[in-house]
């Protein structure tokens, strides 16, 4: 039996495959594709590329790097593996609550099989999405992923292609619909080989991590067809049930037909084919409606994004901090402005970027948002890779959550979040080249800087220790205060799912009211009422409520003839009367 191989080379003059000890000439066929067949059996030990004499390289379409992003390629069969998921169909983004998770530090064990041990874990909280940090090749074996440069090839470390479909089976076998995190902005500094072969790269634009991807220059048909094609093997070989899109504000391209709507109609395409629900998340700072509008509307039709506006303004409300990015939040105001109109900044000055930001929002759907109080970026941005238990007090930590679980968005959780993991989640990497790995540490030293964190307290991220460190302890969930604040996540959820008037909705102004000066608030969600004091007082709201308070996060609060007393940093939701 033979197999076709093919590779996107159109400026060379030769290309030859290796496979073991033997060496195959390939033939350039139209639009720079070169093609060879050979005996199956010739792959079983790895094969590379070698274009017009160069080193040998990896395939950039690979399927398995089983020898690190320098080594051979391996090949793969998608079609062998036996799913067991055939009844499984994904519940809408407006019932979702997802619970975002790196393989690596999930477990001991570090790995796509460990990750199954948890399953009734997750389940049992109520959780409906798992939410994979990106699983792409990288250099070296431990990593955030977001250097990956064998996009379609799983990172070694985690397991094989057959472990993810397991894990992704899994999950399906229990009702839980699976996404990917993907990276289509840049590619990572080693094991990058796209260049060798064609122009994947431009140097019309700049990003924050490397090259910009060529998505609108010349040749770039065949890279936007490189990205799409990577979009649907996830999703079509090996279920994913949807993809978060990676910092979309770093993907540039000023074609008519922008990428990202191109990947909504690939997908809706895909959607059609399988009879499957897919979704679009994508993850933007740019307080951009058109990526969630339909394409309809003008919009790129993509389904949700990650509001990272919501995320600063609840954060920088509760810790009081104001530097960086946070400077521009703070204030029950500007949370308050999150919860009604999707973003804060829809056109107002930013302070921070020292230019106007934003703009309205058209469509009030909830589900069209994600939202968080903690996340892998927002974690483990910081010099200590804090959560937001490190910097504020259970109470704190119970407003937080109930924020995020009783809001009209999709509400997402980080692993190890629901029990106050004590455990940081720092920046790692694992780079082979000591320069690379010495350049990591510079920049991320001078990155932080205008959060006025000091070098020294920012780990080295080549050590092995800052990735163990990050590892979540399972065992300390039995101790106190750790327990409790599992049972109150899980209350929150149960409460979410049980009431539809709790879950996504649509999302306005005069659903709120709240006293600035004395740091409380009261929002309404349907016959539901979401009580909160941030302050450290003990205050008395006197507005004749009526109905039944169905979760507090203190004992000690009041309700007496439809008059409610909240001591310091508490909240409770009631159900009224009507």
């Known amino acids: 039996m033979k197999r076709r191989i093919s590779v996107w080379s159109p400026f060379s003059r030769k290309v030859e495959l290796v496979a073991g000890d033997r060496r195959f000439a390939m033939r350039k066929e139209d639009g720079g594709w070169w093609k060879s067949e050979l005996p199956e059996a010739s792959l079983g030990g790895g094969y590379y590329f070698y274009v017009d004499g160069s080193k040998p390289l990896p395939d950039p379409r690979s399927l398995s790097q089983p020898w690190g992003v320098h080594g051979a390629s391996s090949a793969v069969d998608h079609d062998l593996f036996e799913w067991h998921d055939g009844g499984f169909r994904q519940i809408p983004l407006s019932q979702a609550i997802i619970y975002e998770l790196h393989i690596g530090t999930f477990t001991s064990e570090g790995t796509f099989n460990g990750c199954i041990s948890k399953l009734d874990y997750l389940k049992d909280l109520g959780i409906t999405h798992l939410e994979l940090m990106p699983v792409a090749g990288y250099s070296g074996l431990r990593g955030w ?5 064998n996009l379609f090839a799983p990172h070694r470390a985690y397991g094989t292609p057959d472990s993810l479909k397991h894990l992704v ?22 094991g990058n080989y796209l260049g060798f072969f064609a122009p994947y790269f431009t140097d019309m634009y700049k990003t924050p991590w490397g090259n910009a991807v060529n998505f ?7 890279v936007r067809r490189f990205y799409i094609d990577n979009a649907l093997m996830w999703l079509r070989d090996y279920h994913f049930d949807g993809l978060r899109l990676d910092a979309v504000h770093s ?21 059609t084919e399988t009879g499957r629900n897919l979704a679009l998340i994508a993850e933007s700072d740019l307080n951009d409606p058109r ?11 993509l389904d949700a994004q990650w509001n990272d506006d919501f995320h600063h303004a609840l954060h920088a409300m509760l810790t009081g901090e104001k530097n960086g990015y946070y400077g521009d939040f703070g204030s029950i105001e500007h949370f308050i402005r999150a919860y009604c109109h999707g973003y804060v900044y829809t056109g107002q000055y930013s302070g921070f970027r020292k230019r106007n930001h934003g703009r309205p929002v058209p469509e009030r759907a909830g589900e069209r948002f994600v939202v968080f109080s903690q996340n892998h970026d927002q974690i483990g941005n910081r010099a200590k890779g804090d959560r937001i238990g490190h910097l504020v007090d259970k109470e704190k930590v119970k407003i937080a959550a109930a924020l995020v679980l009783t809001s009209p968005f999709v509400p997402l959780i980080f692993q190890g979040e629901e029990w106050g993991a004590s455990t940081p989640f720092l920046y790692f990497t694992d780079h082979g080249d000591e320069e690379l790995g010495k350049a990591v540490v510079r920049g991320r030293r001078e990155e932080f800087a205008g959060f006025g964190w000091r070098p020294e307290d920012i780990p080295d991220p080549q050590k092995e220790e800052t990735f163990l460190r990050s590892r979540l302890r399972w065992e300390e969930m039995e101790r106190e205060p750790h ?5 109150w996540y899980e209350s929150l959820i149960t409460l979410r799912k049980k009431h539809p008037g709790l879950s996504c909705g649509r999302f306005g102004g005069g659903n709120v009211t709240f006293d600035p000066d004395r740091m409380w608030m009261v929002i309404q969600r349907n016959n539901f009422l979401v009580f909160c004091n941030i302050s450290d007082k003990t205050i008395r709201i006197d507005k004749g409520y009526k109905g039944k308070i169905l979760l507090a996060s203190s004992g000690n609060i009041g309700f007496n003839e439809g008059n409610i007393v909240l001591p310091p940093r508490s909240l409770a939701i009631m159900e009224t009367d009507g």
């Not at 992923?145 to 440069?149: E, K, L, T």
């Not at 089976?169 to 080693?190: F, Q, S, T, W």
């Not at 993907?251 to 959607?271: C, Y």
């Not at 327990?483 to 049972?487: F, M, R, S, Y």
Request: with cysteine; glycine share 10%.
């Open 251 to 271: 993907i540039h391209d000023r074609s008519a037909l922008h990428f990202l709507e191109e990947l909504s109609v690939a997908v809706d395409a895909l959607e």
């Open 145 to 149: 992923g977001y250097d990956g440069v």
């Open 483 to 487: 327990g409790e604040l599992h049972d």
């Open 169 to 190: 089976d899994a999950c399906h076998r229990k009702d839980m619909a699976v996404i990917l995190d993907v990276v289509y902005n840049h590619l990572g500094p080693e």
């Open 291 to 301: 990526l969630i509008l339909s394409r309809d509307a003008h919009g790129y039709g």
């Open 216 to 222: 609108d220059g010349a040749y770039s048909n065949e």
